[in-house]
């Protein structure tokens, strides 16, 4: 073969070379921060519903819930106690984080996946082309814990609320990639209204949050 074409051949090379390489780079820069806030966006999603789920399938396990609140009054009806049986609803948290944790650790990559023209941007190619999947690892033991919230409800009434929160840390794995996501979900368990006047010493608590961590 002459030296001309060698070296014409070498010079397509090099080009084609630097095509694909120029590609590679549109690609990472342009595509991948996309990709990973979708696939974000797509396991959040996957693993709040999960923990709904969860701790809507543990308070229906655990029956009457009419006692969980306990009040309180002296004899001219002013409220003195309210409290709330945090040994029921922790084990009512702790079953939804068991639950939680089966699920998450199951999340089948094969649900939660992406079309590679969805990353384009263009919208004719939104749909095709394979698709990537996003892997989901659970980062340690998901998390439980309960709240209370006390919110004035009217003259000499207040409302009471309690509430379930979750809370689980993964690793998402796109493509080689690695992210870490934390999702966090609130479920009310009870609500009441309690009628009766509510002393002063009660004000600075009103709006706090009682909380106990478990580990399930």
């Not at 342009?30 to 696939?39: Q, S, V």
């Not at 639950?99 to 969805?118: E, K």
Request: proline share 3%; aromatic share 2%; glycine share 6%.
């Amino acid at each position: 073969m002459k030296t001309g074409k060698k070296k014409k051949l070498l010079i397509a090379a090099a080009a084609l070379t630097a095509t694909a390489i120029a590609v590679c780079i549109l690609i990472e820069s342009t595509l991948r921060p996309n990709l990973m806030e979708r696939g974000e966006a797509m396991l959040t999603n996957t693993a709040l519903r999960i923990l709904s789920d969860a701790t809507a399938e543990s308070i229906d396990s655990a029956g009457d819930l009419a006692g969980l609140v306990h009040v309180e009054k002296d004899k001219d009806g002013n409220i003195t106690l309210i409290s709330t049986d945090s040994a029921r609803i922790n084990d009512i948290a702790g079953d939804a984080a068991t639950i939680a944790q089966d699920a998450i650790s199951c999340i089948d990559p094969r649900t939660i996946s992406i079309p590679f023209g969805d990353l384009t941007g263009i919208k004719v190619l939104s749909g095709w082309g394979p698709r990537i999947k996003i892997n989901a690892q659970p980062i340690g033991s998901v998390r439980a814990r309960f709240k209370t919230e006390l919110t004035t409800a009217g003259i000499k009434q207040i409302c009471h609320r309690t509430f379930i929160t979750l809370t689980a840390d993964m690793r998402m794995i796109v493509g080689g990639a690695v992210q870490s996501v934390s999702v966090e979900s609130d479920v009310l368990v009870s609500e009441c209204i309690i009628v009766g006047a509510v002393p002063e010493t009660y004000a600075d608590v009103m709006d706090a949050d009682e909380f106990m961590n478990l580990i399930p």
